[in-house]
DNA sequence: AAATAATTTTAGACAAATCTAAAATTATTT
DNA sequence: AAATAATTTTAGATTTGTCTAAAATTATTT
């Protein structure tokens, strides 16, 4: 049942779960800059998570993590987010210098060392980012909700519900093609007006009003 | 000045530094049973650590670590006991269930990391199976001095004093070939006359009695 | 000091993960 | 719906660490 991967096969596990999150299907293209590697090299690599039926993968199809690939994807996740949370909590580091470290971390293979790190801190439910860190059966707390205007500069969040309900409102978000379940990101913001720049997928990039920020609330993803 | 080295080079370089300590001069053989390896590879991983100056090798001539070698092989031996220790103290691992984990761990490259964790362990001086840890120089305490009675089986160490000088004992020494220096293992104890088998490294094992081994002081090697 | 044994090195091959360049497929324009 | 563009895959090469089998060297016997 336990299946051996290498720290590259992890790699791409790891990168298609947090595209597919944000995205649905993946493509080879999207993997390949994620992972700063060539297009040709990822369909090597799909071909054998594909035979070691990690990936539902047809070729020119995209392609999904199975539940075996999820799974395996989530315990990744979850070393990571730990050895973050103890980076931060129990050696001093600062919230921002600690991603490095656990890329290299979170691929030490012995669950037990996972297991009895996750007691040691005392079962944290997020890490120093404020991600969600999976159990050990991969359940992980659902992501807070946070007010748009908390929303950190390029961290993808979806759009989760809006503070008031009114007709004016409503006629904004209709225009700004806003809606629940949007996809979005924060690309910059501006202190004169507290205006925000937004991105949404396939879209330009377009400004809003701190007001309608604040009416607005969001899962990160 | 910071040379990138594989997760390979560094087992060699590790391995070269233990064989070494114990036995000066190290052989291609050797390093191959260290490593579960065969000759032909160490061959070509020795050109390979001679070419990047870790390695003081001509063919057929055996082999030792230059000084950054030495330097190199010292901070991999700070970083497998300092997370031995760790997961000791602070995860609640038997001090036999370590090695495997410190293993994978050794290899994590920050510097920071470990110097961190170092001060977060309030720089311990020795692992969990009494060996010393290398400071953030290299350095390490002195392998304390214990009655031969007292060391484990199996732990190569080093002859560093007789406990009585009697002219009876030194003609016992030089009958059983023992001397300061000398190193040497117990391989069996017997628990009827607290009697040792001793074994001398190219030469056949032979026992001792209770009486001799508490009249010698070893240092584990 | 020859012969034999043991050790070590070379030569050539293989698997994993990558690359470039070209071919195949799908998507987008006009 | 052709033509063009973008994406994806294939084919063939490269690098790292390994292997086996054979050759070279050193060590040990007789």
Redesign the pocket.
């Known amino acids: 049942m336990e299946i051996n991967l290498?720290v590259?096969?992890e790699n791409y596990i790891k990168a298609i779960y947090h595209l597919q999150q944000a995205d649905g299907n993946v493509?080879?293209?999207?993997v390949a800059k994620e992972l700063a590697?060539?297009?040709?090299?990822?369909?090597?690599?799909?071909?054998?998570l594909k035979q070691k039926k990690i990936l539902n993968y047809e070729?020119?199809q995209?392609f999904r993590l199975s539940n075996d690939g999820r799974r395996i994807a989530l315990g990744i996740v979850r070393k990571h987010r730990l050895w973050e949370y103890f980076l931060v909590e129990k050696l001093q580091f600062g919230w921002d210098e600690v991603h490095e470290v656990a890329e290299e971390l979170e691929h030490i293979s012995s669950k037990k060392l996972i297991d009895k790190l996750d007691a040691f801190l005392e079962y944290p439910k997020f890490d120093p980012h404020g991600d969600p860190i999976p159990d050990v059966n991969g359940k992980m707390a659902a992501q807070p909700q946070i007010n748009l205007t908390d929303l950190p500069v390029n961290q993808l969040a979806a759009v989760s519900s809006v503070g008031i309900q009114s007709t004016e409102l409503l006629e904004l978000l209709k225009h700004k093609n806003i809606a629940i379940g949007t996809k979005l990101e924060v690309k910059k913001k501006f202190a004169f007006d507290n205006s925000l720049e937004i991105k949404i997928k396939g879209q330009n990039a377009f400004t809003i009003s701190q007001q309608l920020a604040q009416a607005l609330f969001v899962k990160m993803v």
């Open positions: 290498s590259t096969e493509s080879t293209n999207e590697t060539k297009p040709a090299s990822v369909t090597d690599m799909l071909k054998k070729k020119y995209g």
